[in-house]
């Protein structure tokens, strides 16, 4: 299974694919390095084939949200300290500073696919000027916060 990180928000969230250099815009999907590669893709919870938005969990309490796969996002226990783990924990915390700076708010969230509806492990309040470094954002499975600016 897949672990995924959600995010959701009062205002309308970024989607589309974060972080990637590819070697030309020719050749958008040929990269120098994994680290070229690494990114995170957002994709927004709204089904244009029913025209409506859905949520990804019911603990979310905000109905625009996102959900990345967390290939490179590693959880507590699993931290490697890989350039591309770097990287896109770089790119969580731009993305997630961007989205506070418009909203205030944004709800942030992971499990592995499938587990959305499962009880959360542990919910944290957190106030964005806590925030460090782009580690701080690693968390445990099934670990929910709420982050404010």
Known sequence: MTQYIYLASPIRLPKGS???SSLAPEQ???FKSELDFAHLHFENNYDP??????????????KHQVAADARDIPLKLQLRGTAEEAK??????????EVLQASGVVEYFTCLNGKEESAISKKRHI???DMKDTYD?????LEFWEITF
Not at 49 to 62: D, I, T
């Open 18 to 20: 974060f972080g990637q």
């Open 28 to 30: 958008p999907n040929i």
């Open 49 to 62: 084939g029913l025209k409506e938005r859905f949520s990804y969990s019911p603990h979310f309490s905000f």
């Open 88 to 97: 896109c924990l770089g790119i969580l915390h731009a993305y997630i500073e």
């Open 127 to 129: 106030r964005w000027s």
């Open 137 to 141: 954002l690693v968390l445990e499975d």
